[in-house]
């Protein structure tokens, strides 16, 4: 008789039985992601899935939700203190970002099938907890699609490259 956790290497039916469980622990041939990353829908960027793409190199093109939070990296003091470093700063809710007018850009939109669409965007590095490192957050206004939120964690893709592949999704 073997024990449970010998079922399919190690891990336990438990285990197996999430669909992030069983996303994360595919062989790499059988789920390519498409090139400059994955795209879940805006429920599925969660540590889970995206610590497991980090770890196979691939990245995470994803929505998030409006109720979003992102924080600045925290400014260590010139002389260190005991105790653990800070390693998040203050807190960012992202949906305020589209109530400033200033730094936004303007461009042609990316995405297939809009011709002569004019879309704002402003691009922010902030910390996301969920991850526990440095993301890409864009937010997006369509003139006639609304404003939304997307995540890269890749800080050196373009942010209309961004807008580009979550549109193809």
């Known amino acids: 008789v073997l024990p449970s956790r010998a079922v399919a290497g190690g891990r336990s039916p438990r285990d197996l039985a ?21 795209q879940p829908g805006r429920r599925q960027s969660c540590r889970s899935i995206t610590r497991g793409l980090l770890a196979r190199g691939s990245h995470l093109v994803s ?23 800070r390693l998040y700063g203050r807190k960012l809710r992202l949906i305020t970002v589209f109530d400033d007018p200033a730094d936004w850009i303007e461009a042609k939109s990316p995405v297939y099938d809009e011709h002569d669409v004019v879309l704002r965007y402003r ?24 404003r939304i939120l997307l995540i890269c964690t890749d800080l050196t893709m373009a942010p209309l490259e961004i807008i580009r592949l979550y549109g193809i999704r």
């Open 18 to 38: 999430t669909p992030l469980g069983a996303a994360n622990r595919r062989p790499r041939w059988i789920s390519r992601p498409p090139p400059g990353g994955s």
């Open 63 to 85: 929505r998030v939700r409006s109720t979003a939070v992102g924080y600045w990296p925290a400014e260590q003091p010139p002389k260190p203190k005991r105790g653990r470093p």
């Open 123 to 146: 691009v922010l590095d902030l910390l996301w907890r969920p991850v526990g490192r440095l993301v890409r957050f864009v937010a997006v206004d369509h003139p006639t699609r609304g």
